[in-house]
C-alpha cells in the first residue's frame, strides 16, 4: 500500500493491502483505507438493515455518497477541500488578525486557499442541495424513501413557516460532516497505530471480542456482525480507544471568543471578544492531569475492576466540555468501536516499518504522510477483499 504498484491477488495469509479489494490502489493513506473499510463495513450493515449507528457521515448528512470508495480510491475534490479548508483554518487561528485579513481582502497565501477549497465544498453542497428540492418538489420515490439530514431540513418550516434558505442547508449539512466524518476515521487511524507498538492491548482487545461473541455463530451468510449491545460490552476496547484520543486527540486545539465580560474560576479576567485558545492535545499529555506515566499508552488507567470509568469532561477534553460538548460522542464510539472490533477480529493491521508518522498541522489531526499498513487474515487462509 502506498507504493503505487498494482500487486495481484494472492493467497497469503499476510497480503499488502493492495492486494485484492485493494489491488488498484494508488499512494493511498490509512485513513482512507480506514475509512474504505469502514464504509464496506456500514454498506453490509445497511444491506443487513442495521442501520443504527453505524452509518457514513456524507451518506447521513446529504443522503449522498461523494464517490471516496470508486475504483482506485481516487482523490475526490470535495473530500480534499475539505481537509484544505480544515488545515487553512487552523492557519487563520495562529495568524495575527490584521495579517489574515490583509490576506484575505488580497485573495492571497492561505486566505486564498481557504476561499478556493470552501467555493468547492459549497458547490458541492448547493448541487446536492438543488437535486434534492426537485426530487422533492417531483415527489420522486427515492427522496420520500430517504431518512437523511438534508431530506429532513429541507421539508422542515422555521418559526414563521418560511423554509429553510439553500445557506442554512449547506451549513448544517457541512458543519455535521466537518464535525463527524475526518474526527471519528482519523482517531482510529492513531489507535491503530499505537496498537501496533501495544501487542498486548492488541491480545487484550481480541480476548474481550471472543468472550462477548462465545458461543455465537455468524450470522445468516456466515460472517459475524456485532450487536449493538455487545459492541456496548467492548469496555477494554473503549478505554483503549479513549487512551488513543487522549495522546492522539482528533481535533488538537479547540478556539473559543468571549460573548461577554468574564472571569475564570482562577481570577483571570476575560474582556468580552477575547479569544482563548485551549490545546487539547497539551492537556492529554500533562504530568500535573495524568500522573507520572501521562505518556504512556496504557488503556488500564480508564479501568476500575475491569469495568470502564469516564473522566470528566474537563480533563479528558478530546470531546469538549460544557454546554458545547460534542454532540455525537456516543456515535462515534458506537462506530469506531464497530468498525474497530469488524477490523480487529478479522485482521492483525501491521504498520509499515520506518514509515513517518508525524501530525498534520490542521483543525483535525490528520497524519502528514499517512500510514501504511499491510492487514494480516487472523484464520491464515483469506486476503483482504477475497
Ligand atoms: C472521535 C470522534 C470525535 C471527536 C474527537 C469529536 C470532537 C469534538 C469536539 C472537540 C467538539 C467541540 C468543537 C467546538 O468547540 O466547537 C465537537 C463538537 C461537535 N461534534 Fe464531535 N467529535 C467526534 C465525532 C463526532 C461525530 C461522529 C459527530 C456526529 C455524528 C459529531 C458531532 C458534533 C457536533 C454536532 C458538534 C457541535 C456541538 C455544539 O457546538 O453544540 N462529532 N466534537
Redesign the pocket.
Known amino acids: 500500500m502506498g507504493s503505487g504498484k498494482q500487486t495481484t491477488v494472492t493467497d497469503s495469509p499476510c497480503a499488502s493491502a493492495d492486494a485484492g479489494l485493494f489491488r488498484f490502489l494508488p499512494d493511498i493513506q490509512v485513513i482512507e483505507l480506514l475509512m474504505a473499510i469502514f464504509i464496506f463495513v456500514t454498506i453490509r450493515c445497511l444491506r443487513q438493515g442495521r442501520r443504527q449507528g453505524l452509518v457514513v457521515?456524507p451518506v447521513v448528512a446529504l443522503g449522498t455518497d461523494p464517490g471516496c470508495l470508486r475504483p482506485g480510491l481516487p482523490e475526490i475534490p470535495f473530500a480534499k477541500a475539505f481537509e484544505d479548508a480544515t488545515q487553512a483554518t487552523l492557519i487563520r487561528f495562529i495568524t495575527p488578525t490584521a495579517i489574515w485579513k490583509s490576506l484575505r481582502y488580497f485573495d492571497l497565501g492561505s486566505e486564498g486557499w481557504l476561499r478556493r477549497s470552501i467555493a468547492v465544498v459549497d458547490e458541492f453542497a448547493y448541487e446536492v442541495i438543488r437535486t434534492r428540492r426537485e426530487e422533492l418538489s417531483s415527489g420522486e420515490q427515492t427522496s420520500t424513501a430517504r431518512s437523511d439530514l438534508l431530506t429532513v431540513f429541507t421539508k422542515l418550516r422555521d418559526e414563521d413557516g418560511t423554509p429553510y434558505s439553500d445557506k442554512f442547508l449547506r451549513d448544517v449539512c457541512v458543519n455535521?460532516i466537518l464535525?463527524?466524518r475526518d474526527?471519528?476515521s482519523v482517531?482510529l487511524a492513531w489507535f491503530f497505530w499505537l496498537l501496533n507498538r501495544h501487542p498486548e492491548v492488541e491480545k487484550r482487545i481480541l480476548g474481550e471480542i471472543r468472550k462477548i461473541t462465545e458461543g455465537r455463530g455468524g450470522d445468516e451468510d456466515g460472517e459475524l456482525v456485532f450487536k449493538p449491545e455487545e459492541v456496548k460490552r467492548m469496555e477494554y476496547l473503549h478505554a483503549a480507544l479513549s487512551e488513543a484520543?487522549r495522546l492522539y486527540?482528533?481535533?488538537p486545539v479547540?478556539h473559543k471568543e468571549a460573548v461577554e465580560d468574564d472571569v475564570f474560576p482562577d481570577g483571570t479576567v476575560l474582556k468580552k471578544g477575547t479569544k482563548v485558545i485551549y490545546a487539547i492535545f497539551s492537556m492529554g499529555r500533562m504530568e500535573s492531569i495524568w500522573g507520572k506515566d501521562c505518556r504512556d499508552y496504557k488503556p488500564e488507567r480508564w479501568l476500575k475492576d475491569g469495568r470502564f470509568m469516564s473522566e470528566s469532561a474537563y480533563k479528558f477534553t478530546?470531546?469538549?466540555g460544557g454546554p458545547?460538548l460534542?454532540?455525537?460522542?456516543d456515535?462515534?464510539y458506537y462506530q469506531?468501536k464497530f468498525v474497530a472490533a469488524s477490523i480487529l477480529r478479522r485482521y492483525h493491521v501491521k504498520v509499515m516499518e520506518n514509515h513517518p508518522v508525524v501530525p498534520k498541522l490542521a483543525l483535525t489531526m490528520y497524519m502528514k504522510y499517512g500510514l501504511k499498513v499491510t492487514l494480516c487474515a487472523r484464520d491464515g487462509t483469506k486476503v483482504v477483499g477475497k
Do not use: I
Open positions: 457521515l455535521f464535525a463527524g474526527t471519528s482517531a484520543l486527540p482528533s481535533v479547540d478530546a470531546f469538549n458545547r460534542c454532540l455525537g460522542k456515535f462515534a469506531m
